[in-house]
């Protein structure tokens, strides 16, 4: 926590931030050395159109369950594919490299391309790392005993291209394909009594994937107000390269309300995701991580079926900070009907967020669960 009170005094001396995406950077009132250094990393909470990518770089620590203490870098780049739309969203590409003292590395590429007036819009995300990770079983039961932990390091490369066509006001249809592939080695069952067989094979999830959604948020990234109403499913089948045959169908609902000071926002949602087959272990469904839970272990929540609410207040304070907090819950099981009142995962934690490009905000979340907690260095929102 010393590093993160350290990385906020230097943040608290940012200049005055735009809430709307303009061409140029704020004015600057006496600007300090701090003001120059963030300058010099692109983080002068503006964009620049006359530039191909404009890009900032910042480096930050973390500390979460997953991957211990560590360090993180963010690339984040804004560009307009055709200078003469006005009606797209600002374009942008978020590039986070990662690495902690227990060994893990790792890449992250996230880019929301917005084409011909919004008619397209193409969304790409992938994943390259080499990390330690846990396997508590499959199951409430077994997931929530913390004698069944299985260490393992979990090598993954995953690459999830989509592009949509709009068909309507605020509608869009599109499809993609998934393809994510994982191994496990240095399996280390220790004192744990749940069947780790799972893990022995590396397995490869090729598939098809189809999205439909009605949009109505005012950025897709930051949204200040709007709805979100999107359908994902997908289909592997050894025919088209994957280890396994399965299908999965995910819901996503999320409302977005300006509320209180400034740009201030009450955002809460509704997430499923359900699967069906004979399902790999990496891709059954989970809770956890930097958006679904933050504070519970990846991997350490997974089953066919997971279904999570969460409700956030994000307090716009002056100049380019913010103040978020949340409350949350979630639940796993093996079929739709199974899932029960008396294994729900109750969620809270607080963060704070400083405006690195316009609508583009570097995050800093303390989540915790139940008997879990952990540091979070991102940039985005969670949802």
Do not use: C
Request: glycine content about 10%; hydrophobic content about 35%; charged content about 20%.
């Amino acid at each position: 926590m010393t590093r993160l009170l350290f990385l906020l005094t230097l943040l608290s001396t940012g200049v005055l931030a735009s809430s709307e995406i303009v061409d140029q950077p704020a004015d600057k009132a006496e600007p300090g050395w701090i003001d120059n250094i963030l300058d010099k990393l692109g983080a002068d909470g503006g964009y620049d159109s006359s530039k191909l990518i404009d890009f900032s770089v910042l480096p930050g620590p973390f500390y979460n369950p997953e991957l211990s203490l560590g360090v993180g870098v963010s690339a984040i780049g804004l560009y307009q594919i055709d200078e003469n739309d006005q009606v797209s969203q600002t374009s942008s590409l978020v590039i986070n490299g990662f690495a902690s003292i227990n060994g893990a590395v790792g890449l992250t590429v996230d880019n929301r391309s917005f084409l011909q007036e919004d008619q397209w819009r193409l969304y790409i995300d992938g994943e390259i790392s080499d990390a330690p990770d846990v396997f508590y079983g499959v199951g409430y039961q077994q997931n929530h005993q913390d004698n069944n932990r299985v260490d393992f390091n979990h090598r993954q490369f995953s690459l999830r291209p989509m592009l949509l066509r709009r068909v309507a006001d605020s509608s869009f249809i599109g499809g993609g394909f998934d393809f994510s592939y994982a191994k496990a080695s240095d399996i280390d069952p220790a004192q744990s009594m749940v069947d780790s067989s799972l893990l022995d094979s590396s397995s490869s999830a090729v598939g098809l994937t189809l999205q439909a959604n009605y949009d109505t948020r005012d950025l897709v990234r930051n949204p200040y107000q709007g709805r979100l109403l999107q359908l994902d499913t997908g289909w592997y089948h050894p025919t088209i390269g994957s280890s396994d045959s399965f299908q999965t169908l995910s819901f996503n609902y999320s409302e977005y309300y300006r509320l209180g000071p400034r740009d201030s926002v009450l955002a809460w949602q509704y997430k499923s995701r359900f699967t069906s087959g004979d399902v790999p272990w990496h891709m059954l469904s989970t809770v956890g991580g930097g958006s679904a839970l933050r504070g519970y272990t990846t991997g350490r929540y997974r089953d066919k079926q997971m279904m999570m609410s969460q409700v956030e207040y994000r307090w716009d304070l002056p100049r380019r900070h913010g103040l978020v907090f949340w409350l949350g819950a979630g639940a796993v099981a093996p079929s739709v009907d199974e899932f029960s009142s008396q294994e729900i995962l109750p969620n809270a934690g607080f963060g704070y967020r400083f405006e690195v490009k316009s609508r583009v905000n570097l995050r800093l979340d303390m989540g915790f669960g139940d008997g879990e907690s952990g540091f979070y260095f991102n940039v985005d929102e969670a949802f």
